[in-house]
């Protein structure tokens, strides 16, 4: 495992005080902050490529439809 040296803002370290006890120590809560954001971005990317796919084999999405999925899928 390697070390990695994060300078925090007051308002981080303030934050990470609060995630670290929850998540077995400070650089847990980093970790799995690290994880979540990967995850975020996966999910980011995946959400684009299905677009724009739409978007090439349909045409643009229309507002009512995004309105649709929103409601539909708690949005």
Known sequence: MRTTTVRLDDEDEALLDIL??????????IRQALRSLAADRKRQNALSAFLAE????????????????AERYGL
Do not use: K, L, N, Q
């Open 54 to 69: 739409w978007d090439a084999e349909e045409g643009p999405i229309e507002e009512e439809d995004v309105a649709a999925m």
């Open 20 to 29: 670290a006890p929850e998540y077995g120590g400070r650089s847990s809560a």
